[in-house]
């Protein structure tokens, strides 16, 4: 058996291997009785992990003692690259975790423990500017989804971080656009802008990408949001109109006539560019603290970016006095024009946490309307269709802090507060006789890997519930 004593000895690792080995060749996942499937699945992640991350604390060292010299490599992370079997980029992010550890003990232990994935540690690492924000990442890690976690993690970065020239400038000079052709033969491009830039892109393609969705659904044609976003802007960038190609294949089609017209025309469609600023942070000029300067669905930007953007039409902002909105600030002057105002500037996710989808979402009374007859901001927040039917199916009630709720059965005798003790409830995994979630003819179709799903502001989504 593996003798910690004896680290420096390469057979007490094989030793370990042959065992792990044979323990996988084994593993009939269809003989594996149901009960244990979770208990295994578990036990195989965390050995992931923790195999995974110490892979990561040793790249620092194998770059140092030159082991990729001697194996041929052209650097550490060709090296890397080619024993892991992943790209260059991918070895080069996590040799430089590895180096951050040395000054991050705290997420040292944690990746030692297994507590955090590798890729759960690139994030904190690069984002923790003290003690008390890596601790802070490290626990929301554990509930937080890896999108949420990358978006607390540049709010922290931001904080740590109030040089905004520096940022600024920094961020200037790692802006690009990079091309490749991957292993399917497809085109890649991948853009790099400041963030600011990134909102008004985003602004601009949203009822571009909504009038393809909703042509799409005329021809009874579904697809992920990205294949929309995909064509969307190939065509701009080739020129709508300049050729024309099947549904699928990535050029203006006959049913994205409304779309090719709208990005052929002169006339720029009808966007919306959120901001969240504190009111003290817009008046001296920097965010200081735990203040906030952002712009919904990107991310921290600085106050200057946020006051050069007043003169546009299509900004909207949302003042903040401490943790309260005050006052929202639009061409629209209905109040349920403001409360949505004021809900997108939350940022469009559903609030459920552990999801964190940014599409197919729709409005939800937390509490519900049926038992308080009202409606407040703070009782109004994001759900994907998915978790919305779920909640309104089994009469389920949502609390928490906005964009962080949690779903808990209802207290009979008083709807409107949580049982006692809390009972929290989760959609309830399917057994392969039922149609999984997402499934094509089931609400809410959240694919693998990038939630492909409704853009808000599709047909039906987002809808009050």
């Not at 009960?35 to 195999?51: A, H, Q, Y």
């Not at 990408?209 to 949001?225: M, N």
């Not at 500037?345 to 979402?361: E, K, Q, Y």
Request: glycine content about 10%; some cysteine; charged content about 25%.
């Amino acid at each position: 058996m593996f003798d910690p004593t004896s680290l420096g000895a390469p057979g007490q690792y094989r030793v370990v291997l042959d065992e792990v080995r044979a323990l996988c060749a084994a593993l009939d996942p269809d003989a594996l009785p149901a009960p244990s499937v979770g208990p295994v699945f578990d036990t195989l992640v965390v050995m992931r992990r923790l195999v995974d991350g110490a892979i990561t604390r040793l790249a620092p060292r194998y770059e140092r003692c030159g082991v990729w010299q001697a194996r041929g490599a052209k650097s550490a992370a060709d090296g890397i690259a080619a024993s892991t079997g992943t790209s260059p980029a991918d070895a080069q992010r996590r040799l430089h975790t590895g180096r951050k550890l040395r000054d991050q003990s705290r997420l040292d232990a944690a990746l030692r423990a297994g507590e955090v994935s590798s890729e759960q540690a690139e994030v904190i690492a690069g984002a923790a500017g003290d003690p008390e924000a890596e601790t802070k990442l490290i626990d929301a890690a554990k509930t937080l989804s890896h999108r949420e976690l990358r978006d607390e993690a540049a709010r922290e970065h931001a904080r740590s971080d109030r040089d905004e020239e520096a940022r600024r400038a920094r961020q200037r000079r790692l802006r690009c656009v990079k091309r490749w052709t991957d292993a399917d033969g497809m085109y890649n491009l991948l853009l790099r802008v400041l963030p600011e830039v990134g909102a008004d892109i985003d602004a601009y393609l949203a009822p571009l990408v909504d009038a393809e969705f909703a042509a799409a659904r005329k021809e009874d044609r579904r697809e992920s949001v990205p294949a929309y976003v995909a064509d969307v802007v190939a065509d701009l960038l080739r020129g709508a109109g300049s050729s024309v190609s099947g549904a699928s294949g990535g050029g203006v089609s006959g049913a994205s006539g409304g779309r090719a017209r709208a990005a052929a025309g002169a006339v720029r469609p009808e966007r919306k560019v959120i901001a969240l600023v504190d009111i003290n942070a817009l008046n001296r000029g920097i965010a200081e603290g735990a203040e906030v300067c952002e712009i919904a669905g990107v991310g921290p930007v600085s106050v200057a970016a946020v006051r050069a953007m007043f003169g546009d039409a299509a900004m909207a902002v949302v003042f903040r006095d401490g943790v309260d909105i005050r006052s929202v600030v639009h061409l629209g002057r209905q109040v349920t024009a403001a409360q949505r105002t004021a809900l997108e500037a939350r940022g469009p996710r559903c609030s459920i946490v552990g999801c964190g989808s940014t599409h197919r979402l729709e409005i939800d009374h937390t509490v519900g309307w049926a038992y308080t007859r009202t409606t407040h901001i703070d009782d109004l927040d994001w759900l994907c269709s998915t978790d919305h039917h779920h909640k309104t199916r089994h009469n389920l009630l949502a609390i928490g802090p906005p964009g962080h709720r949690v779903l808990v059965e209802r207290d009979p005798t008083n709807p409107t507060r949580p049982r006692m003790p809390l009972v929290q409830v989760r959609p309830a995994p399917t057994d392969g006789c039922s149609a999984p979630r997402g499934a094509p003819g089931t609400k809410g179709t959240d694919l693998p890997g990038n939630q492909c799903t409704d853009p808000p502001g599709a047909p039906g989504s987002p809808t009050p519930g």
